[in-house]
């Protein structure tokens, strides 16, 4: 045994080295690809964030100039606003979610069947989705103003007009992220022990009961991750503004988010400089929200 | 909750459940009755459910306006380059990070999971002009080969490899299992279940980006939500058409979705989704 443990001793360096090197060869060929399309890319994002730069790549460094005009420019504050909006609306799906994976853990048969439906527009091509969603919208011959003036109600242009546009893309948002949420959400519900509610229900608790004793306070973490992912990915959001609302539509001022902006200024208008700058803007608020809610979440998540 | 609530209690939650999915569902029976409607028929107001006629006119319109099979053959060879390059390139590194032990560990594994959080527009400028450079812009490599590289990959697939017990490698050594052999042998056969997961996501992902491709090939070889979004600018109130081109351009993956839900859940429920 001592033996062993001696030549065991010598062999560390060698080892040690050995080990090494077959670690990095397995790293190697994905850190290649991180290095240059990723970390060099965010380097240079940054970079030109203070420069002037066009297409043809004629950069003047610039200082500050590019935020400086971002803070004052009014597209950028509306696409914050209407990024705010389409954010703060879509998190509406998370109590719709909650309520919709508590129902389907419970039924006997169907479950599945429910799962693929709400789940239905997460696997179809947004693009597809915002072309259906455009044309139910049509403030002509939309089947949603239809529907309205069954009950009385004269609709509008729901996404040629600058004041509800958003609203109306938001409205789509919500429809189309219950899928994810439910998933995630009904995972959540699997995990808490059955015996709970068998010692509730013993004690006389009812279902609304025992939904706001045990499932709420026990879903809470998955709660909290459903509602990170959805803050992040609602202020990415393009492909909706892109399809629904369109380059010639008069509202397109007044909805773009700020994706939108970003794609608009470094590839259409081919300020790249400026399109750095709002990517970056883009990081730091994404990093600030979900900072806070990380924050936050010691008052109200619940780690049992 | 409990299997004791009385028979009332299912049918409500039926109903319940039951006119929620109606709603998620509507939108897609009226595309699908659209698509059989004459150009006129689709603007009548008020709107007549059933088309009057049924006509494959606005299916025959797309065929002969798009080059649906290329680009079909574009959103399929994408997807398959990065599924592909994401399964081996992640469980590769993934392993690395997992089982070895070398200088600078914590410092790049950090790197990776800095580019975990990060919004992806922070790098398409700088993916652009390397494209550009490399004279790929318009071709298959410009729109995969950055997705072939996934931060979120690796730190899924190290989790997967973290939780298997070091036993079964102990074992396997002694028998004379080099790391590859390990790895390729024993390791990555366990981790089925989340490199399923991984590229259902990753297909997901690359099946629906729009952002990207639109940025690198706009021009000639489209993928299919590209091309689709351009057919919008051509056939703007042609909503059969629209309609039903949308619904070509979505069947694959839903049909693939419906086949394999339980991994498309598996996947959803283990990550959540990140781009």
């Known amino acids: 045994m001592a033996k062993g443990g001696v030549a065991a001793e010598r062999r560390r360096p060698h080892s040690h080295l050995r080990e090494a090197t077959v670690g990095y060869a397995f790293i190697l060929p994905a850190l290649v690809g991180i290095v240059a399309l990723y970390l060099f890319p965010l380097i240079k994002t940054a970079y030109l964030s203070f420069t002037k730069t066009g297409v043809f790549g004629d950069s003047t460094f610039i200082g500050g100039a590019n935020y400086a005009n971002l803070v004052t420019d009014p597209t950028f504050g509306t696409a914050l606003r209407s990024s705010a909006i389409y954010t703060v609306i879509v998190l509406l799906a998370i109590p719709i979610s909650i309520v919709i994976a508590a129902l389907i853990a419970q039924v006997r048969h169907g479950a599945t069947l429910y799962r693929i439906a709400y789940f239905l527009p997460v696997v179809t091509l947004p693009v597809a989705v915002g072309m259906v969603w455009r044309f139910i919208y049509n403030g002509d011959f939309g089947l949603l103003n239809a529907l309205l003036s069954l009950i009385g109600i004269d609709g509008k242009a729901w996404v040629a007009d600058p004041t509800v546009a958003i609203f109306a893309v938001s409205a789509v948002g919500i429809w189309t992220s219950l899928g994810t949420a439910i998933i995630i959400l009904g995972a959540g519900l699997q995990g808490i022990p059955q015996d709970l509610y068998e010692a509730a229900s013993l004690d006389g608790a009812g279902p609304l009961r025992q939904f706001r004793s045990i499932t709420l306070p026990l879903l809470t973490p998955s709660i909290f991750f459903v509602s990170v992912l959805s803050v992040i990915g609602s202020l990415q959001m393009f492909d909706l503004i892109y399809v629904m609302i369109g380059r010639n539509n008069p509202a397109l001022s007044q909805s773009q988010t700020i994706v939108y902006l970003f794609y608009q200024k470094a590839f259409v208008e081919g300020n790249r400089g400026y399109g750095a700058a709002i990517a970056i803007a883009l990081l730091l608020i994404i990093m600030a929200l979900t900072a806070i809610q990380f924050r936050l979440q010691k008052r109200w998540v619940f780690y049992g | ?275």
């Open chain 2, 1 to 275: 909750m409990g299997n004791t609530q009385p028979r009332h209690h299912q049918i409500i939650i039926h109903a319940v459940l039951g006119i929620g999915a109606v709603i998620m569902v509507a939108p897609f029976i009226w595309q699908i009755l659209t698509t059989f409607k004459t150009v006129t028929e689709s603007r009548a107001v008020p709107p007549t459910i059933l088309p009057a006629v049924w006509s494959i006119a606005a299916y025959e319109r797309f065929f002969t306006s798009v080059p649906l099979w290329s680009l079909l053959g574009m959103s399929l060879g994408v997807l398959v380059v990065r599924v592909g390059g994401q399964l081996v390139l992640c469980s590769l590194a993934a392993y690395g990070f997992a089982r070895f032990r070398f200088p600078g560990r914590g410092l790049l594994f950090g790197v990776f999971l800095v580019m975990l959080m990060a919004p992806s527009q922070l790098f398409l400028i700088s993916q652009f002009d390397l494209m550009k450079s490399l004279h790929l812009l318009d071709t298959l490599p410009a729109i995969a080969i950055p997705g072939m590289f996934s931060a979120f990959g690796t730190f899924l697939m190290r989790q997967a490899f973290i939780a298997i017990p070091k036993e079964f490698e102990e074992a396997a050594r002694l028998d004379g299992a080099n790391s590859w052999q390990l790895f390729w042998r024993i390791l990555l056969p366990m981790t089925g279940p989340t490199l399923a997961a991984l590229g259902v996501l990753t297909s997901l992902y690359s099946w629906n980006d729009l952002l990207w491709p639109l940025i690198v090939a706009s021009n000639k070889h489209m993928t299919l939500p590209v091309g689709l979004s351009l057919l919008q600018g051509q056939y703007g109130t042609d909503y059969p058409t629209l309609m039903a081109g949308s619904l070509i351009a979505s069947l694959p993956l839903i049909i693939v979705f419906v086949i394999l839900q339980r991994q498309f859940f598996a996947g959803i429920a283990s990550s959540g989704l990140k781009g």
